[in-house]
T-cell receptor, first 116, second 115 residues
Framework: GAVVSQHPSWVICKSGTSVKIECRSL??????MFWYRQFPKQSLMLMAT?????????EQGVEKDKFLINHASLTLSTLTVTSAHPEDSSFYIC????????????FGQGTRLTVV | AQKITQTQPGMFVQEKEAVTLDCTYD???????LFWYKQPSSGEMIFLIY??????QNATEGRYSLNFQKARKSANLVISASQLGDSAMYFC????????????FGSGTKLNVKP
């Protein structure tokens, strides 16, 4: 299957600081990547669709200025949580679905963010 | 609107026995795909099995099989000969032809395999 790598796998930051999470497609080019958020014991909630070379598409209720997404190349999308607060603590996971590699989505390892 | 429903928050199964995890879906699209993912405590999402809406045969992948009943809009996952390593969260998901990139996930089922 295709390989999606996410970094870091966990991060602890102070309230008010910003945190950047990277999502890379290692063996394919991804014009589109997806960012999800998952609270403990809950399902994955799609936050936004990251589009290479253009603006991200955010789901309803997701703050664009809070969760900045940049997809500057065909293999890298970044999610920046700006001015993080404890309520932003969550598990963030990215995915991509390369054409011709099967119908499934391939996920990164996820990033566990804790804001203290 | 697209929706995935998993009504079993938690399930227990004895090691070596079979277990069925329920999933129902709702969509007005004629072409869609159904997926099951496993999420262990480490958090990674592991793809298990896929069923296309036009597939006449139920999908199978090793110990996993998908019981697809189109008229009832159900796509239950059957795990045969459960192993301790099967203990994890299991998510049913769907994507449709008209919004190909978007996955809709159910709320998940926590499976515990008892020795």
């Amino acid at each position: 299957g295709a390989v999606v790598s996410q970094h870091p796998s966990w991060v602890i930051c102070k309230s008010g600081t910003s945190v950047k999470i990277e999502c890379r497609s290692l063996d394919f080019q991804a014009t589109t990547m997806f960012w999800y958020r998952q609270f403990p014991k809950q399902s994955l909630m799609l936050m936004a669709t990251s589009n290479e070379g253009s603006k991200a598409t955010y789901e309803q209720g997701v703050e664009k200025d809070k969760f900045l997404i940049n997809h500057a190349s065909l293999t890298l999308s970044t999610l920046t949580v700006t001015s993080a607060h404890p309520e932003d603590s969550s598990f963030y996971i990215c995915s991509a679905s390369p054409r011709g590699r099967g119908p499934e989505a391939f996920f990164g390892q996820g990033t566990r963010l804790t804001v203290v | 609107a697209q929706k995935i429903t998993q009504t079993q928050p938690g399930m227990f199964v004895q090691e070596k026995e079979a277990v069925t995890l329920d999933c129902t879906y709702d969509t007005s699209d004629q072409s869609y795909g159904l997926f099951w993912y496993k999420q262990p405590s480490s958090g990674e999402m592991i793809f298990l099995i896929y069923q296309g809406s036009y597939d006449e045969q139920n999908a199978t992948e090793g110990r996993y099989s998908l019981n697809f009943q189109k008229a009832r809009k159900s796509a239950n996952l059957v795990i045969s000969a459960s192993q301790l390593g099967d203990s994890a969260m299991y998510f049913c998901a769907m994507r449709t032809q008209y919004n190909f990139n978007k996955f809709y996930f159910g709320s998940g089922t926590k499976l515990n395999v008892k020795p």
